[in-house]
């Protein structure tokens, strides 16, 4: 968290402020800034052009200006976009509940409006002209044969796969645990020994999970986030929920349906 659900709500707040002029660029931490060594001054070039559209690949978050700047932002485990120091979700699942300004990593100022990153844990970053042509699928639409692509060859775990922002982007924790729960798949599985079929269910129940938990108002609501939690049966089965540790990550799932 947060995961592609939570950065398209920022795109849209942050798109309600198209046409605004840049006044103003603060980066109070320099480390937020990628790559690395790149001096916080670079972004004041900015000043001056108009916010002309925004977009979103994955987490990634793009905001364009007149005069061709885009300024990418990424928001970690705890970043959230800010305007006038309102945010369009409450508090997200993990994130702090408390609303430190001393967090805010960086600020633009559109026409008087403060659009800011906070972030606890400064795991986020901001770029100047990312690097977007080499991304991988987005998540939202995926079809079968792009994941296909993705998983082919690939010995490692299913939920270590659709993790990894080089083979599909926008996925996170929460997520993912939903759609193989939903899908029926243990997320230990080796993403080589999925069939077709399961590529193609995996595929359609990512679209669909992501389309579901949007209109629901985030990543953590899904039909299994109550079983997040020691002694849960599964909602659909009455299974034993068990965490497990897969690729590092805390990973919970039904001991009996998914296989
Ligand atoms: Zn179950």
């Known amino acids: 968290v947060p995961e592609l659900i939570e950065v398209e709500y920022y795109r849209r707040a942050l798109a309600s402020l198209v046409g605004s002029t840049v006044t103003g660029v603060s980066i109070p931490d320099e480390r937020y800034v990628r790559p690395a060594e790149t001096p916080v001054q670079v972004f004041d070039q900015v000043i001056g052009a108009q916010l002309s559209s925004v977009g979103r690949r994955g987490k990634l978050l793009l905001a364009r200006f007149t005069d061709d700047y885009v300024i990418g932002l990424r928001f970690g485990m705890t970043g959230r976009l800010l305007i006038d120091g309102e945010g369009p979700i409450e508090a997200l699942e993990y994130a702090s509940t408390r609303n430190d300004p001393a ?8 026409d008087g409006r403060r659009v800011s990153v906070r972030d606890q844990r400064r795991l986020g970053s901001i770029e100047l002209d990312p690097e977007t042509e080499n991304l991988a699928p987005e998540a939202s639409t995926i079809r079968e044969p792009d994941l296909r692509n993705a998983l082919v060859g690939r010995r490692k775990a299913i939920k270590t796969a659709l993790l990894d922002q080089h083979l599909i982007a926008g996925l996170g924790n929460l997520l993912v645990d939903e759609i193989l729960w939903q899908v029926g798949i243990a997320p230990s599985r080796a993403s080589s020994e999925l069939t077709d079929g399961e590529i193609g269910a995996l595929a359609a129940e990512t679209r669909s999970t992501v389309r579901r938990l949007s209109n629901r108002g985030g990543s953590h609501r899904g039909d299994s986030f109550e079983a997040r939690t020691s002694g849960a049966v599964c909602p659909r089965c009455k299974g034993v929920m068990d965490r497990s540790v897969v690729g590092g990550r805390s ?9």
């Open 251 to 259: 990973s919970w799932w039904c001991t009996s349906h998914q296989t």
């Open 103 to 110: 967090w805010d990593r960086a600020i633009l100022i559109l």
